[in-house]
């Protein structure tokens, strides 16, 4: 009986304590934006800039980012000598990509600017959930290589949904999720963030990979250059 009355004190100890520990959703997101410089600091941001070196199947590929905050979001792709364009702004977003045959700027699906709406926020989803009518759910932790992860779900307004892991010690975003639909086949898309530094109070991933249906795409991206509130022309994000 003792032996039993022990056992059953164990398990409402422990029990306890998984409830203690439990995060809702609100406090991982709140602990990653005050990792990443507090909301304060990211809504004080203007524009943010950045040039990554990048490794894209073996091939040496340079990337600019441009983001105005609030307002646009450009990122040009220099690859094999032609550079693939994706431009989004409060209204909707549109491509232009060489590799596929094209040189004209085409619009971005619904469900393509429902994906990627956020990028033109900095700190975008994380900064701007309430905002953009997101819902987040936090779904316990699991294991990542040696941190166990707190693992949240982002739904859009649109309905679109992924995964986002995030490391309990630093608060800091290792790991997003998300399904996709690529020419009728419903694809895993893996983004990994990692090398953390701070920047103008800023503190943004410097590696980046990225590995699309286990294989089939792989990228990896290691910035080389930051500038925070540099002057930016909104005729950028203007549809040629």
């Known amino acids: 009986m003792k032996i039993f009355k022990t056992i059953l004190l ?39 800039y950045t040039e990554s070196e990048a490794d894209i199947m073996g091939n040496p590929s340079l990337q600019k980012v441009t983001v105005l905050n609030g307002k ?4 040009e792709m220099e690859i094999m000598g032609a550079v693939i364009t994706s431009c989004i702004t409060e209204d909707g977003g549109w491509t232009i990509n060489p590799m596929a045959g094209g040189s004209a700027a085409e619009d971005m699906t619904e469900d393509q600017y429902d994906e990627t709406r956020s990028q ?11 905002d953009l009518g997101y819902k987040a759910e936090a779904l316990g932790n699991e294991t990542l290589g040696n941190v166990n992860a707190a693992k949240v779900q982002l739904t859009t307004a649109g309905g679109t949904s ?6 309990p010690a630093t608060g800091f975003l290792i790991q997003s999720i998300q399904e996709s639909d690529m020419q009728g086949q419903m694809v895993e898309t893996v983004i990994s963030f990692s090398d953390y530094k701070e920047v103008d109070g800023i503190t943004l991933p410097h590696t980046v990979s990225l590995d699309v249906g286990g294989g089939m795409f792989e990228m990896i991206s290691n910035v080389t250059k930051v500038e925070v509130n540099k002057p930016v022309d909104p005729a950028i994000f203007i549809k040629p």
């Open 10 to 48: 164990l398990n409402v100890l422990v029990s306890c304590g998984v409830l203690v520990s439990a995060q809702s959703s609100e406090e991982i997101i709140s602990k990653y934006v005050k990792a990443i410089g507090g909301k304060k600091k990211l809504s004080k941001i203007q524009s943010f």
């Open 72 to 75: 646009g979001y450009k990122m």
């Open 120 to 130: 033109i926020f900095v700190g975008g989803p994380f900064t701007v959930i309430g």
């Open 162 to 167: 992924s995964l986002h892991f995030f490391d």
